[in-house]
């Protein structure tokens, strides 16, 4: 599988749900390897969460709070 291809399939899952089994194997695994996330420490992020700028009360050092 050429380079091209092979970025496809990484990028592209339309592209990737149409290469057979033979052509799958053929595509080595993303060099940033696997992310997965369990439950847990999805609900610790912050993302799309409500932030503000505020002071923090132990040491007056500008930081962020999010609800």
């Known amino acids: 599988m050429n380079t091209p291809d092979v970025i496809r399939a990484w990028t592209d899952p339309?592209?990737?749900a149409t290469?057979?089994?033979?052509?799958?194997a053929?595509?080595?695994d993303h060099p940033s390897g696997v992310i997965e996330l369990s439950d847990a420490d999805l609900a610790s992020v912050a993302g799309g969460a409500m932030c503000s700028k505020?002071?923090?009360?132990?040491?007056n050092t500008l930081g962020w709070r999010c609800l």
């Open 14 to 16: 339309a592209y990737r």
């Open 54 to 59: 505020t002071t923090y009360s132990t040491n």
């Open 19 to 24: 290469l057979s089994a033979a052509e799958l």
């Open 26 to 28: 053929e595509v080595p």
